[in-house]
């Protein structure tokens, strides 16, 4: 197994195997750049490239890492993100002295991150959420539907998504106000106006694009993994009670635009290789153009803790896996592009929120607590039908290897009152 000069404890997610990227800057000020997470450490790009380290790779000597995001590393395409990929892993390896031995080019480089302030990562043009995990639509659609009619008569022949608000895309760590708007009780005759009573979070994962692809052209779903460059944690939040209301029949909006929270470091597609599974098997087959052979899906563990404010501990309420998505994030890609729509470098695509077979593994409070029904109850006597203010949501998720783990660290956010 390939092993770094510095010491990246087994149950690290941020082992010489995965090589994270995210935007940092230091604690004591300065300005952003690129770098890379190796243990407890991150590794400054910007001054490898400056010392000739990436010299080997299409990348070097372009200011590429001196930026504060990683939209136009992320432009060039895969064949270059591989190329300083392989370099970095060579740069960290065990047996290679040209950083290990180089103890000035190490302490510059190497950044503990307790000393760094991380970053949004990207600089996000679009944002576009799905609905693609089957056992999470079946639930909600039974909720409301019944099981005869739980799904759309469409749902199982495209992957069903909305175009959301990159805006109020926020880094793990911020703060997120309850929103006010529209609602209309069951047993009111007319709408009210006030803050969400029904604020939930959603357990998704989601992608960024590298390069894309031009107005009009399609992306092949044999092609689309070529695009992605990486993949973060989401918590897509919401509010159930404005969503019921505005939603017909054009779908979410302000129940679903007032955050959307991330985690911080981008893990690369390639790093994810040796988790790739058959997904869901599809029935009906795709049509043509989302049919796909193989196997494109990842096995990605995924877990959700809740702590109140008058919990000493955050709690594990949920845990689910990537690869209970029934539709891959290659057949969402080129379903969204197969209209002509171009995706550009920095455009977030989410899977929503990710349900497994078994109330363990159902990804948000409305499934959970089975739309009120079936209230969750806490190690600690309380109990949550939807989140209260003041909670912690902390999302987390890795893939396990044989003796390491690649993870996504983890994307946190604890609700604030709604504005007077």
């Known amino acids: 197994m390939l092993r770094s000069f510095i010491e990246v404890a087994p149950e690290s997610h941020f082992p010489i195997q995965n090589?994270?990227?995210?935007v940092f800057r230091s604690r004591n000020g300065g300005h952003p750049r690129i770098g890379v997470a190796?243990?407890?450490?991150?590794l400054d790009l910007a001054v490898l490239d400056q010392a000739g380290c990436l010299a080997r790779t299409e990348a070097a000597g372009q200011g590429l890492f001196d930026q504060a995001s990683l939209n136009a590393f992320?432009?060039?395409g895969r064949p270059v993100w591989q190329q300083v990929r392989a370099e970095i892993r060579r740069l960290l390896s065990a047996d290679e002295p040209e950083l290990r031995d180089n103890g000035g080019l190490r302490t510059a480089a190497l950044l503990p991150q307790k000393d760094v302030e991380l970053l949004l990562p990207v600089e996000i043009g679009d944002y576009t959420d799905f609905y693609a995990s089957r056992d999470h639509a079946f639930n909600v659609g039974t909720m409301f539907r019944g099981k005869e009619n739980a799904l759309m008569p469409n749902w199982h022949h495209l992957p069903v998504g909305y175009h959301g608000r990159a805006s109020s895309i926020v880094l793990s760590g911020t703060d997120v106000r309850r929103p006010q708007g529209q609602m209309k009780p069951p047993d009111a005759a007319a709408p009210v106006f006030g803050p969400s009573r029904q604020l939930d979070f959603e357990l998704e994962i989601g992608w960024f694009m590298g390069a894309g692809n031009p107005l009009g052209q399609p992306i092949p779903v044999e092609r689309a993994e070529e695009h992605i460059f990486?993949?973060?944690?989401?918590n897509d939040w919401s509010a159930r009670d404005i969503q019921a209301w505005e939603y017909q029949p054009l779908g979410p909006f302000l129940a679903k635009n007032f955050a959307t929270s991330i985690s911080p470091w981008v893990v690369p597609l390639d790093a994810l290789e040796p988790f790739r599974i058959r997904g869901s098997r599809q029935e009906p087959e795709p049509l043509p153009y989302l049919k796909q052979e193989g196997a494109h899906s990842f096995d990605i563990k995924l877990e959700v803790y809740l702590q109140s404010a008058d919990m000493e501990q955050a709690e594990r309420i949920t845990e689910s896996n990537v690869?209970?998505?029934?539709?891959?994030?290659?057949?969402?890609?080129?379903?969204?592009?197969?209209?002509?729509?171009?995706?550009?470098?920095?455009?977030?695509?989410?899977?929503?929120?990710?349900?497994?077979p078994d109330k363990a593994s159902r990804g948000c409070m409305l499934e959970l607590a089975w739309r009120g029904a079936e209230p969750l109850q806490l190690s600690n006597g309380a109990k949550r039908v939807w989140l209260e203010d003041g909670d912690r949501l902390t999302m987390t998720g890795y893939a396990q290897g044989d003796?390491?783990?690649?993870?996504?660290?983890?994307?946190?956010g604890r609700i604030l009152p709604s504005l007077k």
């Not at 190796?38 to 991150?42: D, N, P, Q, S």
């Not at 990486?230 to 989401?234: A, K, N, Q, S």
């Not at 003796?403 to 946190?412: D, K, Q």
Request: glycine share 18%.
């Open 19 to 22: 090589l994270p990227y995210g």
């Open 74 to 76: 992320m432009a060039l």
């Open 403 to 412: 003796g390491y783990r690649i993870g996504f660290g983890e994307v946190t």
């Open 38 to 42: 190796i243990g407890e450490y991150v």
């Open 230 to 234: 990486g993949l973060v944690l989401v």
């Open 323 to 356: 690869k209970y998505l029934y539709w891959s994030m290659a057949q969402q890609i080129a379903h969204h592009t197969v209209g002509g729509c171009n995706l550009r470098a920095g455009d977030l695509l989410a899977s929503g929120t990710i349900s497994g």
